[in-house]
T-cell receptor, first 112, second 115 residues
Framework: KNQVEQSPQSLIILEGKNCTLQ??????????LRWYKQDTGRGPVSLTI?????NTKSNGRYTATLDADTKQSSLHITASQLSDSASYIC???????????FGSGTKLNVKP | KAGVTQTPRYLIKTRGQQVTLSCSPI?????VSWYQQTPGQGLQFLFE???????NKGNFPGRFSGRQFSNSRSEMNVSTLELGDSALYLC??????????????FGEGSRLTVL
């Protein structure tokens, strides 16, 4: 069964600290993995897209890693800011039928 | 360049009614997909349209339907509303529906409350 699981469900960190969010998937065949940031009440915004051959990809203070062998990805946020408070959603694309599988998200709260 | 526009942003309906939501994709984008987002289930894929043809459909009952017009604008309809249909309905557009490289651009969503 194709699934995407994210951990932790929620996370509270202090402003300026780093954090890492995890995504494990069983989607096969794998096409690509995406991380989205969703502010409360808004639509998701793309952070990174990684294909099978990419191990790491950065977007400013956001760095995503992908281990296609273990089917794991992580999103590392450096020097967190209050504006990083949001839900972060991992999305895996299945290669045969162009279907997306969504994780349930990690809700990050950055406190001053 | 304008982003994905969804209307209405908020609406309240009662059980048994029907609702139509609209999505205008980014200019030039021909692919439009719809998603339902609830606190309990997260994001779930509803359906996807490309050049007026439905290419993919998620596991939702037949009460959920959609269509795409020749100008790529899309509508989704939910008939005989149930309390469980209360959700944020998101629309996303893509330049080319290519799962290998295509990026999805989401609208702000239409928040439906069913009383």
């Amino acid at each position: 069964k194709n699934q995407v699981e994210q951990s932790p469900q929620s996370l509270i960190i202090l402003e300026g600290k780093n954090c890492t969010l995890q995504c494990n998937y069983t989607v096969s065949p794998f096409s690509n993995l995406r991380w989205y940031k969703q502010d409360t009440g808004r639509g998701p915004v793309s952070l990174t897209i990684m294909t099978f051959s990419e191990n790491t990809k950065s977007n400013g203070r956001y760095t995503a890693t992908l281990d296609a062998d273990t089917k794991q990805s992580s999103l590392h946020i450096t020097a967190s800011q209050l504006s990083d408070s949001a839900s972060y959603i991992c999305v895996v694309s299945e290669g045969n039928f162009n279907k997306f599988y969504f994780g349930s998200g990690t809700k990050l709260n950055v406190k001053p | 360049k304008a982003g994905v526009t969804q209307t209405p942003r908020y609406l309240i309906k009662t059980r048994g009614q029907q609702v139509t939501l609209s999505c205008s994709p980014i200019s030039g984008h021909r692919s439009v997909s719809w998603y339902q987002q609830t606190p309990g289930q997260g994001l779930q894929f509803l359906f996807e349209y490309f050049s007026e043809t439905q290419r993919n459909k998620g596991n939702f009952p037949g009460r959920f339907s959609g269509r795409q017009f020749s100008n790529s604008r899309s509508e989704m309809n939910v008939s005989t509303l149930e309390l469980g249909d209360s959700a944020l309905y998101l629309c996303a557009s893509s330049l080319v529906r290519d799962s290998n490289t295509g990026e999805l651009f989401f609208g702000e969503g239409s928040r439906l409350t069913v009383l």
